[in-house]
């Protein structure tokens, strides 16, 4: 049986939006809550959404958060199972971030605490997977991804292969929808 980890992605549209979300950005966590209803807007078949993970060093266990991520893509569920670990921690967000990213109660909690309370949230079982070599590869795949792109912070949104400073996680889900197919006339 070969290890695979599946890919953040939904839609199946020649249209593409990447975004690049770092799982404790509250915009992020704005961000992805909309991805759904942007795919029922657009249309799975005229939308391709694909979630690049943005791991940021002043949130502090980020690291920790997108390689339990890519740990559940690699599960049976695949994205589901990487999706409902992205949600468990954006629905308990503080209890994955630092106060002012520097101080607070996660200062005693160590990466174990972390992904154990992930495991508990998203009712998804990472230990095994969250060691694979595997898994250490892809969180390389998408720094080296995002920095390619020049990508910096969370969220970035990528349209087709171009960075598109228009979008922003404060959009509504149809402000999004007009930016990636305007209406011509």
């Not at 996660?106 to 060691?131: C, H, K, Q, W």
Request: hydrophobic share 45%.
């Amino acid at each position: 049986m070969t290890f695979q980890l599946s890919a953040l992605e939904w839609g199946a549209g020649p249209k593409v939006l990447e975004v690049f979300l770092e799982p404790t950005c509250p915009f992020s966590v704005k961000t992805l809550r909309k991805i759904p209803d942007l795919l029922q807007l657009a249309g799975q078949d005229r939308l391709t959404v694909r979630v690049r993970l943005q791991s940021q060093p002043w949130h502090m266990f980020s690291g920790v958060i997108v390689r339990a991520i890519l740990a559940a893509s690699s599960l049976d569920e695949g994205r589901d199972a990487a999706l409902a670990v992205m949600m468990a921690v954006a629905d308990h967000r503080e209890e994955f971030e630092f106060t002012d990213h520097c101080r607070g109660p996660n200062m005693d909690a160590t990466p174990a605490d972390i992904l154990r309370r992930i495991e508990v949230y998203s009712g998804v079982p990472l230990t095994e997977t969250f060691v694979r070599p595997e898994v250490t590869a892809a969180v390389k795949w998408h720094a080296r991804y995002g920095r390619q792109n020049g990508i910096h912070v969370s969220p970035t949104f990528m349209v087709d292969g171009l960075i598109d400073p228009a979008f922003s996680s404060g959009d509504t889900v149809d402000e999004w929808g007009v930016k990636l197919f305007p209406v011509k006339g």
